[in-house]
C-alpha cells in the first residue's frame, strides 16, 4: 500500500523543488508546478526560444520584420463536453449529488473531508476573468514587441495611434463562439487600447454548423463527426486513464462514505476538476489528491487525446488545418482565394473586404485543435512521432507536448523578414519572403523555415508539405480496421 502525505512546497519554493527528488508516492499540491502538467488547460507560459531545438539568431544588418500572422487560441474557460475535458467532471458531480442527497448523514474522510461542505460549481464553455486577461496581456504584448515596430509608434507613444496615420481599419478574425469572440475583443482591447471598436474590423466567421470556416475546420469536415471513424483520440482516452489512475482510484476510495462507488472515469474527472476550480475559483482542495508522476500521466493523457484527434495521428488531422495554411500562403503571396476545396470559405476568400492583402499583421482567434492541425498541415515532423497509447510513465523526450503547443492563449506566428538594404535582390523584390537559417536570414522565394510557437523557434521542414487529402479524407466512404494511430495525419484511396 503506498502512503500518500502533502509536501510542503510552500517552504520549500520553486527553486529547490526543480533539483529536490519528488518520489513516486509523493502528492504534489504547488499549483505552479502541477500547473505546468495540464496539457491545453495549462495557464500560458512562453517556451524558451530553443525549446523545440532550433536555437534562435538575430537578423541581420538591415534586415526587419515586415508582417506577422497570428493563428491564436482563446483563454481560459469553462469545461467542454470533450472526453478528455469535462467528459467526467458531470457524472461525478452527479454521481456526488445523488449519493450525498440519498444519506445525508454520509461522511467523507480524511483528505476528502472538503467534500462534506462541497458542490460544483463550474459552467460550461465559456471564457473565464482569468482568460480574459490571458487574452488582454497577449494583444499588449503584440504591441509591445511588433506593434510599435510594424505601425512605426513615435517616441512616447503609448499604443496603437488610430488617428496618427490614416489607414484603412485592419481586419482581425474570429469564429462566432462567444469564448473565441470575446478572446479576439479582449486582445483587441490590449493591442489597440481602451474604447478602440472603431480602430479595427472584427469579422466574425459562423462556428457551430457545417459552414466552411478555417478556424473552426472540424465543421465542414464531415468525417471529423463521425464516431465510427474518428474516435481515436477517445480511444486512447479511454485507454490510458486506467492506466496511471487506478492506485489514485483505490486510494481515494478509501476516504468515501459506503455506497459511493467510484470508478475510474471519475478518478479522472476529479483530477480534472482541480484544474477547473483552479481557474475558476483560484484553488481546488481535489488538487492536493495526486502525485506528481499521475500529473505526469494526466499530461500525456491530454497529447493522446489531441494527437489522435487532430494531428498526425488522425485521417483527417492534415485536412482540418490545411485550410488556414492555404490562407497564410495566399496572404504571403498577396493573393486571394477563388476557388475553395478545402475548409476554405471562397465567398470570404475572394473578397479584400472580408480577406485583405498586405496588412502588417493578421490575428485569427480559434481553438487549440486547430492550431494543432495547422501544425500537421505544415508537415512539422518534429512532431509526428510514434507515441504509445499505454506507456506509464511517458517517454519525457516526445515532442509533441500540448502543454507547450496550445496551453491557453496559445499562439503560432510567422514572421515576414525584409532584407532590402542588405540584399541587392530584394532592393527589387520588396516582399521577397526570407527563411531564417541557423545563421541568419537568407534570401529564398517565398518559403519560410520556421514557424514560433508561443516564442519557441519550431523548424518547417517545407511549407509544400501542406496537400491534403480534404475531400477524401473530410468526404470520402472509408473505415479504420483499428482504433489506433494513422502514420501521417492523412487517408488516401
Ligand atoms: C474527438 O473528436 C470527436 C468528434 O469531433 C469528439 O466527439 C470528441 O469529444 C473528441 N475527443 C477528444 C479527446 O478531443
Ligand atoms: C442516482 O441514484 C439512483 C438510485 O440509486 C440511480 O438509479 C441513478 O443511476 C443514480 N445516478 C447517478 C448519476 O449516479
Ligand atoms: C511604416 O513605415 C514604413 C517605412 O516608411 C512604411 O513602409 C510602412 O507603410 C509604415 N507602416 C504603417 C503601418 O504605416
Ligand atoms: C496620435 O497621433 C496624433 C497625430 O499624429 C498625435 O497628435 C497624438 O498626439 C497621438 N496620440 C498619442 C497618444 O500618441
Ligand atoms: C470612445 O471612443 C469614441 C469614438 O472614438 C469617443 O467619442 C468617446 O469619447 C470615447 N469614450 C471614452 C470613454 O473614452
Ligand atoms: C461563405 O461565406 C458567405 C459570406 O459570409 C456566407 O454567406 C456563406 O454561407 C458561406 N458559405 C459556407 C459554405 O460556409
Ligand atoms: C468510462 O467511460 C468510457 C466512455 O464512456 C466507457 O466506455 C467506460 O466503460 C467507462 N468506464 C467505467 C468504469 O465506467
Ligand atoms: C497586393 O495585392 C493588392 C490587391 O490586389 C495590391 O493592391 C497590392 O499592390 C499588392 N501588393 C504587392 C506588394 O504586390
Ligand atoms: C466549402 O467547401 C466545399 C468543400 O471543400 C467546397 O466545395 C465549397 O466550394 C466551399 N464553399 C465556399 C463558399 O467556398
Ligand atoms: C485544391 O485544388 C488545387 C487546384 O486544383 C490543387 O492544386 C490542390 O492540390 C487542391 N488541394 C486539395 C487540398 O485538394
Ligand atoms: C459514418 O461513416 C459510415 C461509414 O462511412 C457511414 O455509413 C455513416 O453514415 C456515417 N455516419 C455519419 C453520422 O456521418
Ligand atoms: C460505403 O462503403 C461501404 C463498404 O465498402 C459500402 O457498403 C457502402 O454502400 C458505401 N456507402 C456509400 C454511401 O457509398
Redesign the pocket.
Known amino acids: 500500500m503506498r502512503t500518500r502525505s502533502i509536501l510542503l512546497l510552500v517552504a520549500l519554493g520553486a527553486a529547490s523543488l526543480a533539483s529536490s527528488a519528488i518520489s513516486d508516492s509523493d502528492v504534489v499540491d504547488d499549483l505552479d508546478v502541477i500547473s505546468q502538467y495540464w496539457g491545453q488547460l495549462t495557464p500560458y507560459n512562453d517556451n524558451k526560444p530553443s525549446f523545440f531545438g532550433v536555437e534562435k539568431v538575430g537578423l541581420p544588418d538591415g534586415c526587419g520584420i515586415e508582417q506577422v500572422h497570428i493563428l491564436h487560441r482563446h483563454g481560459q474557460r469553462y469545461p467542454t463536453s470533450t472526453i478528455e475535458d469535462g467528459g467526467f467532471m458531470e457524472p461525478f458531480a452527479a454521481k456526488f449529488k445523488n449519493v450525498t442527497s440519498a444519506h445525508p448523514s454520509a461522511q467523507f474522510k480524511g483528505p476528502l473531508e472538503f467534500l462534506n461542505s462541497w458542490t460544483y460549481q463550474l459552467g460550461k464553455g465559456l471564457l473565464i476573468g482569468p482568460g480574459s486577461v490571458t487574452e488582454f496581456t497577449a494583444g499588449i504584448r503584440f504591441w509591445t514587441q511588433y506593434g510599435r515596430l510594424l505601425y512605426n509608434?513615435?517616441a512616447?507613444?503609448?499604443?496603437y495611434?488610430?488617428?496618427?496615420?490614416k489607414r484603412k481599419n485592419p481586419v482581425l478574425r474570429t469564429t462566432s463562439q462567444t469564448r473565441i469572440l470575446e478572446s479576439a475583443e479582449y486582445w483587441a482591447t490590449g493591442f489597440f487600447g481602451f474604447n478602440s471598436t472603431d480602430s479595427y474590423d472584427l469579422l466574425i466567421i459562423p462556428e457551430g454548423g457545417t459552414e466552411n470556416n478555417t478556424l473552426a475546420s472540424y465543421d465542414s469536415c464531415t468525417n471529423d463527426g463521425n464516431s465510427s471513424i474518428y474516435y481515436i483520440g477517445d480511444y486512447a482516452v479511454i485507454n490510458y486513464i486506467p492506466r496511471y489512475l487506478t492506485p489514485a482510484m483505490a486510494c481515494i476510495s478509501s476516504y468515501l462514505p459506503d455506497g459511493f462507488d467510484l470508478n475510474i472515469n471519475d478518478t479522472y474527472g476529479i483530477q480534472l476538476i482541480c484544474t477547473y476550480e483552479v481557474a475558476v475559483f483560484g484553488e481546488s482542495d481535489f488538487c492536493s489528491l495526486f502525485t506528481l508522476a499521475e500529473w505526469e500521466g494526466f499530461r500525456y493523457l491530454m497529447d493522446l487525446a489531441h494527437y489522435g484527434n487532430y494531428s498526425f495521428g488522425n485521417p483527417t488531422g492534415r485536412a482540418q488545418g490545411i485550410g488556414y495554411v492555404q490562407e497564410l500562403l495566399a496572404r504571403l503571396r498577396n493573393q486571394t482565394i477563388t476557388v475553395s476545396n478545402t475548409s476554405v470559405n471562397a465567398t470570404i476568400d475572394s473578397n479584400l473586404s472580408t480577406f485583405p492583402l498586405g496588412q502588417p499583421f493578421y490575428l485569427d482567434m480559434s481553438h487549440d485543435d486547430i492550431l494543432l492541425s495547422v501544425v500537421t498541415a505544415l508537415s512539422i515532423e518534429y512532431f509526428k512521432e510514434n507515441l504509445s497509447m499505454s506507456a506509464y510513465p511517458p517517454d519525457p523526450k516526445r515532442h509533441f507536448m500540448v502543454s507547450h503547443l496550445v496551453p491557453f492563449g496559445a499562439r503560432l506566428e510567422t514572421e515576414v523578414i525584409g532584407c532590402a538594404s542588405a540584399n541587392p535582390e530584394a532592393k527589387t523584390k520588396a516582399s521577397t519572403i526570407y527563411t531564417l537559417g541557423q545563421n541568419g536570414y537568407n534570401p529564398r522565394d517565398a518559403i519560410h523555415k520556421f514557424i514560433c510557437m508561443n516564442n519557441g523557434i519550431v523548424p518547417l521542414d517545407t511549407i509544400l508539405g501542406v496537400l491534403a487529402n480534404y475531400q477524401y479524407a473530410c468526404f470520402g466512404n472509408w473505415t479504420l480496421d483499428e482504433l489506433k494511430f494513422v502514420e501521417d495525419g492523412n487517408i488516401f484511396p
Open positions: 509608434a513615435t512616447g507613444q503609448p499604443g495611434n488610430a488617428s496618427s496615420v
